[in-house]
């Protein structure tokens, strides 16, 4: 079983984080000297938001290569923090570090990371690490992804059944209908979780449901593509904001978040399916008896689409190597072994707890998670090998805006006042859009 930490990010500390990155875009890229060549005998710095890998694994690591490891995990938002801060200011940080799904937008413009390409064959990790399609900013790779996230649909396979629903919903259509079955049949009285809070979570639910109605929310310069009523964007926040009011959404998700959704009611056996849930959730959340109450009901399903299941949209962690890295090549060497397919399963526990890391999510390799599925320490591996392989693509196709904290806040607080009732859906909509323009022309912040 695959435990999965789930990261809670603050917006506002993103959104402070972003305006600081905004402010020093005019200023030159932090080149710095590019680094020492040298991979014997040094010590490289790794900073990331995550627990390391056992001292044991990182010895072995330092035998092959005389290269040892100082590893520092800190909390995300202090992260980001000290990443901006060091990379405006053009002195040594860390030798990798984090490149957070949303920032490589940002992190691509201003020039703050080596791209990967220089050190690794990118080109033949694409094969069987997809995701880094998500790391990658106007052809410059800015990051490699160390584990798999995405987006997919899980249902209560259990309720579901005393429903009478004996096929598994392929459209959203026969999905809302199967929800409506649920309901009227007394199963549950609302089977649907959509987290209404305005916090992130919403926001990448819309980005997943607009997915499944075959679009995407910006075009290549920015510019929304959801204000017509015929538009993916705005049939997903319609059929969002219907599921609130036609009762399929427990009224008080107006204030739940998406980690808390996940856990206190598609765990606890209050709701029969989330649209947009987590990779890895099954095994580190709704299978593990102290912590869930549906253990071996819940599985995962390809995402529902318009006419037939749709694609999972991605947000993986990705590491990366600073422009003022003292000791790039080493770094790109540490790279190379923490992402190869060997120590992944290490991590993720196929060879023995001794050489696990904890909190580790699902491997970012393809080639990992088909061999976790064969030595069945996946649940639902099948499915995910599939949808990781050949059915995920990264929520903005052209690369993540700079501005996309202020875009996200834009998104999460007027889908939620549409839910609350306070404005129409068609309001909410002009709303984002108008920030959206605003940001896309450079006036917004």
Same mark, same amino acid.
């Given at each position: ?210 997915? @499944?109605?075959?679009? $995407?929310?910006? *075009?290549?310069? +920015?510019? !929304? ?6 538009? =993916?964007?705005? #049939? ?73 299941? @749709?694609?999972?949209? $991605?947000?993986? *962690?990705?590491? +990366?190597? !600073? ?6 090549? =080493?770094?790109? #060497? ?93 309001? =909410? ?17």
């Amino acid at each position: 079983m695959i435990s999965r930490k789930r990261r809670v990010r603050a917006l506002g500390a993103l959104a402070g984080t972003a305006a600081l990155l905004l402010v020093v875009a005019g200023c030159s890229a932090a080149n710095g000297s590019g680094g020492s060549s040298d991979t014997k005998g040094v010590t490289i710095s790794v900073v990331l938001a995550s627990n390391p890998p056992p001292a044991s694994e990182l010895a072995q690591f330092t035998k092959a290569t005389g290269i040892k490891v100082k590893w520092s995990n800190i909390d995300w938002d202090s992260l980001q923090t000290k990443i901006t801060a060091a990379a405006s200011a053009k002195t040594y940080f860390a030798d990798a570090t984090d490149v957070d799904w949303s920032r490589v937008g940002q992190l691509g413009k201003l020039g703050w990371f080596h791209p990967m390409q220089d050190y690794l064959d990118t080109k033949a990790l694409a094969k069987d690490i997809p995701q880094i399609a998500a790391a990658t900013y106007k052809g410059k790779v800015v990051g490699i992804p160390y584990d798999s996230f995405f987006q997919v649909t899980t249902i209560n396979k259990d309720l579901f059944a005393k429903a009478g629903i004996t096929t598994t919903p392929t459209t959203i259509a026969e999905y809302t209908s199967d929800l409506q079955k649920v309901k009227s049949a007394g199963v549950v009285q609302y089977p649907l979780n959509i987290p209404f809070a305005a916090a992130e979570g919403l926001s990448t639910y819309w980005y997943q449901v607009t997915a @499944a109605y075959g679009g $995407t929310v910006l *075009d290549a310069k +920015g510019n !929304p593509l959801f204000t017509s009523p015929g538009s =993916a964007g705005y #049939k997903a926040a319609a059929w969002m904001i219907d599921a609130m009011k036609s009762g399929l959404v427990p009224p008080g998700n107006i204030n739940v978040t998406d980690s808390q959704g996940m856990q206190t009611l598609m765990a606890k056996n209050t709701v029969a399916s989330t649209f947009s849930d987590y990779s890895g959730n099954v095994g580190s959340i709704y299978d593990v008896p102290s912590s869930s109450t549906v253990a071996g009901q819940v599985e995962y399903i390809h995402t529902p689409g318009l006419h037939k299941t @749709a694609k999972s949209l $991605t947000s993986a *962690d990705s590491i +990366g190597i !600073p422009t003022t890295a003292k000791y790039p090549k =080493a770094a790109a #060497k540490f790279i190379s072994w923490f992402i190869s397919k060997d120590s992944q399963l290490d991590f993720a526990g196929a060879n023995g707890p001794s050489k696990v890391i904890s909190g580790f999510a699902l491997p970012a390799r393809v080639s990992a998670v088909q061999a976790l599925t064969s030595r069945g320490k996946l649940s639902g591996g099948e499915t995910l090998s599939d949808i990781l392989k050949n059915s995920t693509q990264p929520i903005f196709p052209d690369g993540v805006p700079t501005w996309y904290p202020a875009f996200s806040r834009a998104v999460n607080t007027n889908l939620h006042a549409a839910a609350t009732g306070d404005m129409t859906t068609a309001a =909410a909509i002009a709303a984002i859009a108008a920030t959206t323009r605003s940001l896309a022309s450079g006036k917004g912040s």
